[in-house]
């Protein structure tokens, strides 16, 4: 990669940030594309993070992502707030405008409808209940998707009902609680389950949900990607159901940050597909 005066510069910014796959996912698009750029881990402390975010426009930057556990401290250190920002009630991105002001905005929700949309063409809200399992950032931009998509009934399953009930609440729409305890009767006529927990992560206690009560053309997504293949996802599959990894959800989301930064909307190709997944593999 060769760099100019001229370049425009990115990155990621958490604590900690070493892995974060983004570096990777923005350096593979830039290569791409042959633009004049960079994306850097920016590691920020959490007591470091307003002053931090607020320089990017004294540094020159074009923007950032933001991650763990930054996310919701970044609403109230931005200039502005996109409504993606606002519904979500977290910022993943983070864009500076020409007068050097920041707006925040959250690309989760288009991520995994983007992800769902490829993997699976012929995937529609409409065609049947939605179950989702929990109640944070991710289940979050899982159920605004689905609610944009047209879904007729959700089901939101967490370990909190109360928890699930405020969401509902909060994005409105056919969203329903269900108890934990019920998670495996909630499967019954679902046309779409998603795992939004940190079940199944590597390091994390598996989910534990059998799947006897699912319909085998349901689909079955888990927003997590390492590992890539999940227990949930390797039952399902073992069934015959069509799956979706975290993976996808991630590479898409990128998409409008990249094009915010740097002036192209890039695409998600196997070639991408292939060099994520080698970085899960180190």
């Known amino acids: 990669m060769t760099l100019t005066g001229a370049a425009k510069i990115a990155g990621v910014m958490g604590w900690p940030v070493a892995h974060s796959r983004s570096p990777a996912l923005h350096g593979f698009w830039l290569a791409e594309h042959g633009i004049d750029g960079a994306y850097v881990p920016l590691p920020v402390r959490p007591e470091d993070f307003r002053r931090a975010l607020q320089a990017l426009p004294l540094l020159g930057f074009a923007g950032c992502n933001i991650t763990i556990p930054h996310k919701e401290a970044a609403l109230a250190a931005v200039d502005e707030l996109d409504p993606s920002a606002r519904r979500a009630g977290a910022i993943n991105t983070v864009a500076v405008r020409a007068n050097r002001t920041l707006v925040g905005s959250n690309t989760d929700a288009f991520g995994f409808r983007e992800s769902l949309r490829a993997a699976v ?75 939004a927990t940190s079940l199944g992560m590597e390091g994390q206690l598996a989910l534990d949900l059998p799947l006897d009560a699912l319909p085998r053309e349901a689909v079955v997504n888990d927003i997590v990607y390492v590992p890539l293949e999940t227990p949930l996802l390797a039952a399902a599959r073992a069934r015959g159901h069509r799956v979706v990894d975290g993976l996808d959800m991630l590479m898409h989301q990128g998409r409008a940050g990249f094009a915010a930064w740097f002036g192209v909307l890039p695409d998600v190709t196997p070639a991408l597909r292939c060099a994520m997944e080698a970085t899960l593999a180190r």
């Open 121 to 195: 063409p012929d995937w529609r809200a409409a065609q049947g209940p939605a179950v989702v399992l929990g109640a944070g950032g991710g289940a979050r931009a899982v159920v605004a998707a689905l609610i944009d998509e047209g879904a007729a009934e959700i089901r939101l399953v967490n370990r909190t009902p109360a928890r699930a009930a405020s969401l509902a609440k909060q994005l409105g729409g056919p969203v329903q609680g269900v108890a934990w305890e019920d998670r495996a009767k909630a499967l019954a006529g679902a046309a779409l389950l998603v795992n």
